[in-house]
């Protein structure tokens, strides 16, 4: 991808975007999910869990299964930190639960890493 605007405009193309990468498990380009990933990363690094969340679930299925497990640690950091936002908790958690099943990483997502319970 050559520019954060045309990542934004491929993704605004695509019908109900989102809900397919989140909710099916689905899309026709991984690679876009990833950049788009990268995109809210750089924009909001300290804090971003959807775009680690999003680079996670591309790079699985792009076969880069080491970045999507480093992804997944980035998520789990960033839930020690601060917990879910209400509407992280709804969109987000059951991918990163779904995520951390499929690569073996420890389940901060759905509360049973050794710590605490996250927030619903």
């Known amino acids: 991808m050559s520019s954060d605007g045309e990542v934004l405009a491929r993704v605004l ?3 109900d975007f989102l ?3 989140f909710h099916n498990d689905d899309a026709d380009d ?11 990363v750089r924009i909001e690094s300290d ?7 999003l680079q996670a679930r591309a790079c699985r299925h792009l076969g880069e299964l080491d970045h999507a ?9 960033q839930i ?3 917990g879910f936002k209400p509407w992280e908790a709804e969109l987000i958690r059951p991918l990163l639960i779904e995520e ?4 073996g990483v420890g389940g901060q997502a759905d509360g ?5 319970p996250m927030p619903s």
Not at 47 to 53: L, V
Not at 100 to 103: D, I, L
Request: aromatic share 2%.
């Open 19 to 21: 809900q397919s990468v």
């Open 69 to 77: 497990r480093k992804e997944l640690e980035q998520c789990q950091i």
């Open 30 to 40: 991984w690679s876009l999910v990833k950049s788009l990933g990268k995109l809210l």
């Open 13 to 15: 193309e695509r019908k």
């Open 80 to 82: 020690a930190q601060r």
């Open 47 to 53: 804090s971003e869990i959807m775009g680690h969340a």
């Open 100 to 103: 951390e099943k499929r690569s």
């Open 112 to 116: 049973s890493g050794g710590g605490s």
